[in-house]
């Protein structure tokens, strides 16, 4: 027996929050019951589960693993019609959806699953799991302005955790340089805004790293199965930074 949002969740019918809304709206049936109490449980081999009156299936957990290309939309559909990441992913039987995002012009390493207990995990603020990217910008940053990405720097939505950030490149010639820089959040385009704001704006993206797990050599454009060992190594990262946070309080 597990607790009903845990099942909703990884059978990819949305987060562990949402499935928890669900729930409480009353849209969730078990056996043709509606069950309300977040506390209620249920065995997805034996119960008949449903939401909104559409019985769930019990699914094969999927990760993967994509390198996303740029003019990509982070999605599962887009209602102009776009490409979406799952039009990569079209032979994979189960129903995946990205972990966090990546914006239109951002390319690079893109977690998709279809456990929601998963993608939380790694996406909720406060677990703090680190994202590094490699950034081309528009000139050469002196040291000091690298320094308030360092700190912290305020953006419209808040002060920014501290980042780690190197040098990689300096193309005088095309008065650019490129800068590794991890990140501790996942805000909305919160790396292209980072530089920005000290005003070197971001002329390419990618994102290398996510946790431990690196792109290696992962073609644009292609995915790759996570090992159980990656997918238990990235839970045991998110969980760690979280038990570590708790002993801090």
């Known amino acids: 027996m597990e607790r009903l949002q845990k099942i909703l969740a990884a059978a990819g019918v949305a987060s562990r929050r949402k499935c928890e809304e669900l729930i409480q709206e009353g849209k969730v049936t078990v056996n043709g019951e509606t069950v309300t109490t977040l506390g209620a449980k249920a065995d997805p081999a034996q119960d008949i ?18 390198n996303k290309p740029k003019g990509v939309i982070t999605s599962a559909t887009d209602p102009k019609g776009r490409k979406v990441v799952t039009d990569y992913v079209a032979e994979i039987k189960e129903r995946v959806y990205p972990v966090g995002r990546l914006d239109y012009d951002t390319e690079g390493l893109l977690l998709l699953t279809n456990d929601g207990e998963f993608a939380n995990l790694l996406t909720h603020p406060k677990h703090h799991v680190p994202k590094t990217y490699l950034a081309t910008v528009k000139g050469v ?4 302005k690298l320094d308030l990405l360092k700190q912290g720097i305020m953006l419209e939505d808040g002060m920014t955790a501290p980042a780690e ?8 010639e095309n008065n650019e340089s490129t800068i590794r820089i991890t990140i501790y959040e996942g805000r909305n385009r919160q790396v292209r805004r980072m530089f920005d704001a000290i005003s070197h704006p971001v002329q390419r993206l990618k994102r290398t790293k996510f946790g431990d797990l690196s792109l290696m050599n992962l073609k644009r454009g292609r995915t790759r199965m996570l090992t159980a060992q990656e997918v238990n190594e990235l839970k045991q990262y998110a969980m760690s930074k979280k038990n570590m946070e708790r002993n801090q309080k």
């Open 165 to 172: 950030l190197e040098y990689q490149d300096i193309d005088m």
């Open 141 to 144: 940053p002196h040291g000091d």
């Open 49 to 66: 589960i449903a939401v909104n009156g559409r019985a769930i299936k019990s699914e094969s957990k999927v990760y993967l693993m994509m």
